[in-house]
């Protein structure tokens, strides 16, 4: 088969981390072709949705003093080509967030792509869909006390109900410009104005749940269903557990309550044609739900001496 994947450019991938190179090694290891494009590469010609992609080899990643490690030239690349994207059998978007005016029109052009003759993952429907904050609003039963606004008042009035807020921008990756707030803060007016922009754009804001000190756990699923998780613990004085911020990762199970969340999402994610999803969870509540580039399946793979990206990659091919 053939797959194409959409990926930042391979100089900001690390191929000991990133689940994109996780997956396309897979894919070229169980004897797919696999080519690689960006969102600047595409276009529209004849009504269809065209890219100029190359053909990519990668030299797996091999396992040394119980880490990952990759060879300087980890990969090889051949010419481009101009091509419809309904010549593969896939196309995986994959390009990191912010979901910014230029993601935006490249999920308009994956529209192009006729269903029946490519799967897109994920449905470029469902990325527009599902706000990577605001997603999770949807299941009020699995997410801690939240709230969306700009308002300072508002947010004030929150605060004087909790002990400490978490700040979230709605856009964004990777931990960037969240922010802790708590009772007394002599901050507070700046944070706020910072987070929203002098009140022109609303962030989340959610109950500061102290169980995070020991985690917040990443878990895959695929097409609704987990298949790995790895949890991520904040180190230092960082109260975040992101591993671009530091986290350190842990193996753990997934618990009978994390099933439960993954159940009740998985008919949306579905509906929604969210077939790779990371979903975020601490302390027993869904605090994100991520479907342009979620990232762990190295570190699973890693802790749990599995291949999770082979199993994606044969969820599509078979």
Known sequence: ????????????????????????????????????????ELSVV????????????????????????AEENWYLLEESTFLPLESYNAVFMRTDPPVNTPYLYATYILDLIDPKKTKVVNSPQGIRAANEKMYALQFPSVIP???????????????????????????????????????????????IEISTKQGKEPIMVQE?????????????????????????????????????VGGR????????????????LAPKLIEDGLFFVGIDVIGGYLTEVNVTSP???????????????????NAIAF
Do not use: C
């Not at 990762?249 to 009740?264: G, K, P």
């Open 1 to 40: 088969m053939k797959f194409a994947f959409i990926i930042d450019p391979l100089a900001k991938l690390d191929p000991t981390h990133d689940s994109s190179v996780a997956m396309m090694e897979s894919a070229g290891n169980l004897g797919h072709e696999v080519y690689i494009t960006s969102i600047n």
């Open 208 to 244: 500061y749940l102290p169980s995070a000190k020991e985690g917040d756990k990443r878990i895959i699923l695929l097409n609704g269903k987990p298949i790995g998780a790895v949890n991520r613990i904040p180190t230092g004085k960082e109260f975040r557990g992101n591993m671009a």
């Open 249 to 264: 990762v842990a193996q753990t199970d997934i618990t009978e309550r994390e099933l439960n969340i993954s159940e009740i």
């Open 46 to 69: 004849g009504g269809k949705a065209y890219a100029h992609l190359q053909k990519i080899t990668l030299k797996p990643v091999k396992l040394v003093d119980n880490h990952w490690k």
């Open 295 to 313: 990232t762990g399946i190295r570190e699973i793979d890693l802790l749990n001496n599995v291949n999770l990206g082979q199993d994606v990659i």
């Open 145 to 191: 006390d939240t709230i969306v606004t700009q308002s300072k008042s508002v947010i004030a009035d929150f605060l004087s109900q909790k002990e400490a807020l978490i700040l979230k921008p709605l856009g964004g990756k990777a931990g960037e410009g969240i922010l802790f707030l708590q009772q007394g803060d002599r901050n507070f007016n700046s944070l």
